[in-house]
Structure formats: C-alpha cells, structure tokens
C-alpha cells in the first residue's frame, strides 16, 4: 500500500480480536512514532508500551474513551516544563503537538501492518499515573488502543476540501475543489 493509500484507508478501530502483536512488529510501531517531527527535535515523549493483560484491564477501567478489548496500548505522555514567568507553557503546547504527530504514526505503521487503533484522550489522568507509576510532573497526552481489527468500520463523515481550505486569503475558495467529496 502506498502511504497514501495507508492514510486514506486508516481508521479508527474500536473492536479487536484477541491476537496477539508480535514484539517485533510492536518495536516497528514504536519506532514510527520515535521518528516523528518534534519542535526543535526535543522528543520530548515518553511512549509507554503495555501489552500486560492485568495493566491493560487497569488502564481501560481508568480510560471511559476506550472501547474494545485491545491486545496493547500506548500510553503517551512528557515531563511538563514550567513556565518561566507564569506565562503560558509554551514548550508544553509544542511537546503536546509532537505528541499528535508520533501518535500519528504509531496509527499509520499499525494500519500498514494490518493492525488497528484508536487515538484515546478520554481518560483519567491520575489514574493512569498510578497505574503505570510514572513520575510526578510527567502527565499522560494520549492514548493510542493497538490490535487486530475484528471489524472494518466505513469513513465517517469528512468535511469536504473545499470547505477546509481556502486559496491564498482566508474565505477565498479554490474553484478546482469545489463539488468534489
Ligand atoms: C486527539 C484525539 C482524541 C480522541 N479521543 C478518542 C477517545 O477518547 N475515544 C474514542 O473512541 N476515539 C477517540 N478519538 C478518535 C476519533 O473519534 C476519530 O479519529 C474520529 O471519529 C474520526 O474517525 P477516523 O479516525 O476513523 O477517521 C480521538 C481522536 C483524536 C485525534
């Protein structure tokens, strides 16, 4: 498949079958998600990879956003800077943007893979600290639920192009998008 192919074919998958990944196609995974952009190249990401079915069952009873019965999940977060002079965090907003990216392709490289998976950002943070015992200022972003899909959901509903982008000003259409789907 094509990358494109891969981008337009990705879903999100909520229901999974109960085989297993294997590590190696796990450490592919995780390594998509390293080489993801980050501002300034910072990485500032931790990716906390939990295939254990007991920690799984405690991180799905912390997370209402996560449905389905995934065989593993990634658990995505960063230490989080102090503002300097209380302003806004802006090194937090980049790293919580880098964090979109690898979680990106952690669902692109599972997809290509013939996995699934879904982005989770309905969940409790606390919870989860203490399920994965992770330090005090380092907070979990996302989520990203991994397995083999048990079913192929169709597209939702996607705004058209031609009502997202705009040509050189804003409200300005571009003619050649418009009507397409
Ligand atoms: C930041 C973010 C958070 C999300 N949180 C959840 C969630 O908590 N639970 C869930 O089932 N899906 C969640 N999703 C998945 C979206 O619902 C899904 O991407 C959207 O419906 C479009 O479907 P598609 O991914 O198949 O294109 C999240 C997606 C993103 C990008």
Redesign the pocket.
Known sequence: MSLLDVIKT?????SFNDEPISDEDAEKILDAARLAPSGGNRQRWDFIYVKDPRVLRMIKNC?????GDAVAVVVIGMEMVKAPFGGADYGSIVGVLDI?FA??NI?LAAHALGLGG??????NESCIKKVIDAPAAWRPI??VSLGYPSDQ?K??P?KQLSEVVHLDRYGRKWERLEGKT
């Open positions: 990705r879903r999100s998958i909520r997370s209402p956003g996560l449905y979109g979680a990106e669902l879904c982005a989770i950002a309905s969940f996302l989520l959901p597209m939702p996607k």
